[in-house]
């Protein structure tokens, strides 16, 4: 099982960016995915997952901005970033793990590799 993450780079105030995840090795059918970020000096914390069955959470802070979508054939879940600020700055790391239902677990066994954002002026 693998994720790649991609999309990341350098983007002004109020642009917009969208991450990719694509997953192999496994289906989107059974598995959460999530959005994860860790800044310099702070630690990890959720943005955003899809649940199995399509459910979506929202950290407040990215509420109204960013989106979280799957494409099942493609095996690939996104995450479009709009109004983006210097906070959003960080590395983006997309997550899967079983779980059916309509919630997202609090932790993940499977991780990507990170993609980068910066957001500056």
């Known amino acids: 099982l693998q994720l790649v993450g991609s999309g990341g780079g350098l983007v002004q105030p109020g642009g917009s960016l969208r991450l990719s995840c694509d997953a192999s090795?496994?289906?989107?059918?059974?598995?959460?995915i999530g959005w994860f970020r860790q800044a310099p000096g702070k630690g990890r914390e959720g943005v955003s997952c899809?649940?199995?069955?399509?459910?979506?959470y929202y950290e407040n802070f990215v509420k109204g901005r960013f989106t979280i979508s799957r494409d099942k054939a493609k095996a690939t879940v996104y995450l479009q970033m709009n109004d983006v600020k210097p906070d959003d700055t960080a590395v983006y790391y997309c997550?899967?793990?079983?779980?059916?239902?309509?919630?997202?677990?609090?932790?993940?066994?499977?991780w990507g590799q990170g993609t980068q954002v910066t957001v500056s002026s």
């Open positions: 997550t899967a793990q079983w779980y059916g239902g309509s919630y997202c677990p609090l932790n993940y066994e499977f």
């Open positions: 090795g496994f289906t989107l059918d059974n598995y959460a």
């Open positions: 899809i649940a199995t069955d399509g459910t979506i």
